[in-house]
């Protein structure tokens, strides 16, 4: 029995981790849970699944989960607590075996970082704590003898589709030691691939979070509408892989059956296939080095119509390119590039600039700032402040 701590349960990669739990009730043990603000859903994860601890990033949210834990006496003895420190604190305790980071952003970077330099084993859906931190993640990963798996599906596709040495070394694993030509990245393309470039500053929000494949949150929904989840994709994919700006390419898969290959130097190319679920790299994650059953269905193949794969139009997703010059850019323009982007998502869900106008948010201020690299956890977040006040004058900007 595993003692898991999710960081971000009410999310929806925290959601899926805890039906993969409830379906391996045997093999995992909800030890902690972290989330934000939503009180009511914490409060029902609570009840199914008595956590030892549980703990609010909004202290309010805290206060309000407390009373309400309290109307179920039978619960009371589930310690609350408030705060990123909190969280930060039981990533670290020594009873926890396993920990889920998925809180969304730059938010998630904290307990991440925590989790790994108490040498856990990390299951990493957060891709924005390599976009901004790879550099001291993969230090403390190797120094800590901790154990990172990737999460985000395409990741995982990659890592398990890597010889066993290479998955044990992750973020210094050489390619040509392995035989390895390149990765590639496989991308939906999202909800808006189809139409015309013009009818782009005039989709909505609801029309974004639709996408055609996958169930995710509203943050990670339009950043697959943008590309720009791809373009994170690509930026984490180079630590955690350890390879150079040729060794990754993209291409557009719109069935999302393929999640990612691997292309070897003898001509093999190897590649994962599932429906599209997430509870496929969870599980996977959760189990490893084993693989454990969640009972969903599997892939059919007799039923596949047609796999397309086509090559990325520049033109069609700028978020997507602007990625991946800030990554050959370094550490600090991935930083700014990461900041601006969750800015520039929330102000087009608030409805205050248009669809098109993410990206422009997001080159305006990579523009406006050179920022040298940083060499501490102070310096990265100082300079992600630094980014998203940029980032809210340029909504501004392109607000009026």
Known sequence: MKNLIILGSTG??????????????????????????NVDLMTKQCLIFNPKYVCMTDE???????????????????KVLAGFDSACELSALKEVDIVMSAIVGIAGLLPTLSALKAGK??????????????KILI??????????????????????????????????????????????????????????????SKVTP?????????????????????????????????????????????????QSIIHSMVSYIDGSLLAQLSI??????????MGFPERISINIRSLDLSFLEKL???SIDKNRYPCLQLAIS???????????????NEVAVEAFLNERIRFNRIADVIKRVLDSLVIKEPESIEEILWIDQQARKEAILSVNHFNN
């Not at 299951?123 to 924005?128: F, G, P, R, V």
């Not at 044990?168 to 035989?179: I, K, P, T, V, Y």
């Open 206 to 254: 609801k029309q974004a979070c639709n996408h055609p494949n996958w169930s995710m949150g509203k943050k990670n929904s339009v950043d697959s509408a943008t590309m720009m989840n791809k373009g994170l994709e690509y930026i984490a994919g180079r630590w955690l892989f350890n390879a150079s700006s040729k060794g990754i390419d993209i291409l557009l898969h719109p």
């Open 121 to 134: 084993k990390v299951l990493l859906a957060n891709k924005e704590s390599l976009v901004t931190c790879g």
């Open 276 to 285: 599209p679920d997430m509870r496929i790299p969870i599980a996977y994650a």
């Open 326 to 340: 800030a990554s050959n850019d370094g550490q600090s323009a991935s930083i700014i590039l990461n900041a601006a």
């Open 308 to 310: 397309n794969f086509y």
């Open 12 to 37: 929806s990669i925290g959601i899926n981790t805890l039906d993969v739990v409830k379906r391996n009730i045997n093999k995992f043990n909800i030890y902690a849970l972290v989330a934000k603000s």
């Open 139 to 200: 230090k403390e990963l190797c120094k800590n003898r901790a154990c990172l798996i990737p999460v985000d599906s395409e990741h995982s596709a990659i890592f398990q589709s890597l010889p066993k040495s290479f998955q044990n070394a992750l973020g210094r694993a050489s390619f040509d030691e392995h035989g390895i030509s390149r990765i590639i990245l496989t991308a939906s393309g999202g909800p808006f691939r189809n139409i015309s470039l013009t009818e782009l």
């Open 60 to 78: 309010q949210a805290a206060i309000e989960l407390e009373k309400s834990l309290s109307l179920h006496k039978i619960y009371t003895k589930i």
